[in-house]
């Protein structure tokens, strides 16, 4: 499996971006792709994740609200969907996707996922 992330920039504070990831390759209804991120200095965390097939999602408290991961099939990509931005939110951004079924519980690992997107810079100013 190939991702290839897209959409990150620069944004004021308040404001919206959406990253893609399209993937490709094998591929599988059975897939979970997530959205992970890393500012510098700081551990890579999870964003946000969606089990293809179901369509259910899991959201980092942090983001909850004001993200959301849509997919579109058609096009095997996955979006994630920024809104009311914080600076805080300033990090490089990783797609990842596994064709592992994953528990719900399990959606938030890093180590659950088997492939990696490259990074895409969001900066947040203030």
């Known amino acids: 499996v190939q991702l290839q992330a897209s959409g990150g920039g620069l944004v004021q504070a308040g404001g919206s971006l959406r990253l893609s990831c399209a993937a490709s390759?094998?591929?599988?209804?059975?897939?979970?792709m997530g959205w992970f991120r890393q500012a510098p200095g700081k551990e890579r965390e999870f964003v946000a994740a969606?089990?293809?097939?179901?369509?259910?999602?899991r959201y980092a408290d942090s983001v909850r609200g004001r993200f959301t991961i849509p997919r579109d099939g058609a096009k095997n990509t996955v979006y994630l969907q920024m809104n009311v931005l914080k600076p805080e939110d300033t990090a490089t951004y990783y797609c990842a996707a596994t064709l592992r079924h994953l528990i719900f519980s399990s959606l938030g690992g890093a180590e659950n996922y088997d492939y990696w997107g490259q990074g895409t810079l969001v900066t947040v100013s203030s």
């Open positions: 969606i089990r293809w097939s179901a369509g259910d999602t």
């Open positions: 390759g094998r591929t599988s209804s059975r897939y979970v």
